[in-house]
């Protein structure tokens, strides 16, 4: 048993690691045709934030459907990030308009 409930925990934490860097390599894609420069990690950008809320909206998608208890806790976790994501370009946004 002990073997098999470790394979699911690594399963689950595989999941999340391939659907971020999922996300990493569509932004890259979308930023290299819309001629976007590069995310620096310095700052959210409009297509950050864009990114971010349909990150948002399919990970409530996929929660709504898991019943696993580890897969859910790894998708809201996700989801938190992303959440602050949006919250801090909209901070940054609203510092910028400021000025």
């Known amino acids: 048993m002990r073997g098999a409930a470790a394979r699911k925990r690594r399963k689950s934490t595989d ?3 391939w659907f971020l860097s999922s996300l990493a390599r569509a ?3 979308a ?3 819309l001629g976007l420069p590069a995310s620096t990690g310095l700052g959210v950008t409009s297509m950050d934030e864009f990114i971010a809320k349909a990150n948002i909206e399919h990970v409530e998608k996929l929660l ?3 019943t696993d208890a ?3 806790r790894v998708l809201e976790n996700l989801l ?3 959440k602050s994501k949006v ?3 909209l901070k940054r946004r609203d510092e910028r ?3």
């Open 31 to 33: 930023r290299h045709h």
């Open 15 to 17: 999941y999340a690691g």
């Open 64 to 66: 709504a459907s898991e």
């Open 87 to 89: 919250a801090a370009a």
């Open 80 to 82: 938190a990030e992303e």
């Open 97 to 99: 308009e400021e000025r």
């Open 27 to 29: 932004d890259q894609h």
């Open 70 to 72: 580890h897969k859910r």
